[in-house]
């Protein structure tokens, strides 16, 4: 097991014999600042921090996502208090060098899962171990899906909140929608008013467990609209990926190869459509959730062209990987990149980095769902049982700056658009999140833009034992986290206070939601309709 790595600077080698029987008694227990490797047990490690509630961040380039500036930031007590040249301060002060640097909010990753109980297992990366992974990556907040308990958004509510008492950094909730009565209606106004919770998610997959069909989709669109709360839906066609599935075992294809062969492109496409078009029957915002084919975005773009108000998110799989390796013969290695949808063969990934670039995709997340080898294993012999989920968290930071900055397709400043500020933007908590300004908060990032970096299962900070990324080398690394004041990831060292994650409140009526009266008074207008007609 390893040790803090500040105990094993303050300590003499004999007095680790002592460690467990002495350091706990005399450290209280709300400060604790860890190693997260160290606390990923039952077990953790209560070592005083030595941190500043004043920190200045001096000589480094400053970037939103509407302009960059050189800087200073000045930070107290987790919030940003000063955004200018030259700024003074006292001997009480932590001064941090960023010269030559880039200073960034941190990145908001609007699509996780975390401890999520999903096809008879559960995710291996729980609150504290996924956040603290994605910390060490630049990502300083995350919104995770609350699945319901027996169709219960209450139920699902509470445990969620159960499951993320050990968080270490700051996170909002989505909640999924997988049946529909007067109690899911009402439990919708409840997470909406009282909880915080802004967006509901549809799937449109997995038939038999969360799948919904048309007459729930467009009650659940109806009932957000009214709320103002965003409907989001994970798009494929759940009836014809069954049928593929079962074409697919009839032809002897049971590896991990059937998985993409069962749920082609054409089928995120027609749902996509679908989705999109009830959505503007309805007349009321859609984000579609993990964008992996050509089909879908251009699904999206059409929408986004005729002016509707449709949000595509990609994730960072299907960004920069393809679908070759499920063909590897290795079934352990092939499993690891099972994900629904699936990642896409060669070509689909160079357009979704394209549309984002050009603003026809508007944001990036990972739709983290991390199982290890031996839950992936469940499904040897049929694929349809390996557990859906790849890894991403710690690296989407990484990966963005090297495919989409680094090689010149995108700025730095649309760089902070796309991992941080718009999903703040869309969820209703921008500037306090997503943004380097005055009275924000403190959640910030280092990034060297000639440093590099190398993601290795070996090194990095999950429970899981692959990754999908493994060997990936690129330019441009997060050398300092600080998330809500705290330094927690410096000099390749991570340090985090299990707890100290602060649940993040999102109130509804986004931008997207402006307007939305007046096209509707519009459309009734233009009815002409009913029209008086003689009964004799």
């Given at each position: 097991m390893e040790f803090c790595h500040r105990v094993q600077l303050l300590i003499p080698l004999v007095y680790v014999i002592a460690l467990f029987s002495t350091i706990f008694a005399v450290v209280s227990a709300s400060n604790e600042f860890c190693d997260a490797t160290f606390v990923y047990g039952d077990s953790g490690c209560n070592i005083p921090p030595s941190v500043s509630s004043k920190i200045l961040i001096k000589g480094g380039t400053v970037v939103n996502a509407h302009h960059k500036e050189a800087a200073d930031v000045y930070i107290e007590d987790g919030i940003i208090v000063a955004v200018q040249p030259n700024i003074k301060v006292g001997d009480d002060t932590r001064v941090i060098d960023a010269t030559g640097k880039f200073v960034m909010p941190g990145g908001i990753d609007p699509h996780t899962h975390l401890a999520m109980e999903f096809m008879g297992s559960e995710t291996i990366d729980d609150f504290f171990s996924g956040q603290a992974a994605a910390l060490a990556g630049g990502t300083t907040m995350h919104i995770d899906f609350v699945i319901p308990v027996n169709g219960s958004l209450s139920a699902g509510y509470k445990a969620y909140v159960e499951k993320a008492k050990r968080s270490c950094m700051d996170y909002g909730f989505h909640m999924a929608i997988t049946k529909w009565d007067e109690t899911v209606s009402e439990d919708m106004e409840i997470m909406v008013k009282e909880k915080g919770i802004n967006s509901f998610k549809f799937f449109l997959a997995y038939k038999g467990s969360f799948m919904v069909n048309d007459e729930l989709l467009m009650e659940g669109l109806k009932k957000c609209k009214s709320l103002g709360a965003l409907a989001m839906v994970h798009a494929?066609?759940?009836?014809?990926?069954?049928?593929?599935?079962?074409?697919?075992?009839?032809?002897?294809?049971?590896?991990?190869?059937?998985?993409?062969?069962?749920?082609?492109?054409?089928?995120?496409?027609?749902?996509?459509?679908?989705?999109?078009?009830?959505?503007?029957?309805?007349?009321?915002?859609?984000?579609?959730?993990?964008?992996?084919?050509?089909?879908?975005?251009?699904?999206?773009?059409?929408?986004?062209?005729?002016?509707?108000?449709?949000?595509?998110?990609?994730?960072?799989?299907?960004?920069?990987?393809?679908?070759?390796?499920?063909?590897?013969?290795?079934?352990?290695?092939?499993?690891?990149?099972?994900?629904?949808?699936?990642?896409?063969?060669?070509?689909?990934?160079?357009?979704?980095?394209?549309?984002?670039?050009?603003?026809?995709?508007?944001?990036?997340?990972?739709?983290?769902?991390?199982?290890?080898?031996?839950?992936?294993?469940?499904?040897?012999?049929?694929?349809?049982?390996?557990?859906?989920?790849?890894?991403?968290?710690?690296?989407?930071?990484?990966?963005?700056?090297?495919?989409?900055?680094?090689?010149?397709?995108?700025?730095?400043?649309?760089?902070?658009?796309?991992?941080?500020?718009?999903?703040?933007?869309?969820?209703?908590?921008?500037?306090?999140?997503?943004?380097?300004?005055?009275?924000?908060?403190?959640?910030?990032?280092?990034?060297?833009?000639?440093?590099?970096?190398?993601?290795?299962?070996?090194?990095?900070?999950?429970?899981?034992?692959?990754?999908?990324?493994?060997?990936?080398?690129?330019?441009?690394?997060?050398?300092?986290?600080?998330?809500?004041?705290?330094?927690?990831?410096?000099?390749?060292?991570?340090?985090?206070?299990?707890?100290?994650?602060?649940?993040?409140?999102?109130?509804?009526?986004?931008?997207l939601f402006d307007g939305i009266d007046k096209a509707d008074a519009k459309y009734l207008s233009s009815l002409r309709a009913p029209v008086k007609r003689s009964t004799t």
């Open positions: 494929e066609n759940g009836d014809a990926v069954f049928e593929g599935q079962k074409r697919m075992i009839e032809l002897g294809i049971t590896g991990p190869e059937g998985h993409a062969l069962s749920r082609p492109p054409v089928l995120e496409g027609e749902a996509t459509a679908r989705a999109i078009r009830l959505a503007g029957f309805v007349n009321t915002p859609l984000y579609v959730v993990h964008v992996m084919s050509i089909d879908a975005m251009e699904e999206i773009a059409r929408a986004r062209k005729s002016g509707q108000r449709v949000i595509g998110e990609p994730v960072v799989s299907g960004l920069v990987l393809n679908d070759s390796v499920l063909w590897d013969p290795d079934f352990h290695f092939a499993a690891r990149y099972v994900m629904s949808p699936p990642i896409r063969a060669p070509g689909h990934g160079t357009a979704l980095q394209g549309a984002l670039a050009t603003g026809l995709l508007q944001l990036v997340g990972t739709d983290h769902c991390t199982f290890n080898s031996t839950q992936k294993a469940l499904g040897i012999g049929d694929f349809r049982k390996i557990p859906n989920g790849v890894n991403g968290m710690e690296e989407r930071m990484h990966l963005v700056w090297d495919t989409m900055v680094a090689s010149g397709q995108i700025s730095v400043t649309d760089y902070v658009r796309i991992t941080s500020t718009e999903c703040a933007r869309i969820f209703n908590i921008y500037p306090r999140k997503g943004a380097v300004l005055l009275g924000s908060d403190a959640d910030i990032i280092i990034l060297n833009p000639n440093s590099s970096f190398e993601i290795s299962s070996k090194s990095h900070h999950y429970r899981t034992d692959t990754n999908v990324y493994e060997g990936w080398r690129g330019k441009g690394k997060v050398e300092v986290t600080i998330a809500g004041g705290r330094i927690v990831w410096e000099n390749d060292e991570l340090k985090v206070v299990p707890g100290a994650g602060k649940y993040i409140e999102m109130p509804p009526f986004s931008y």
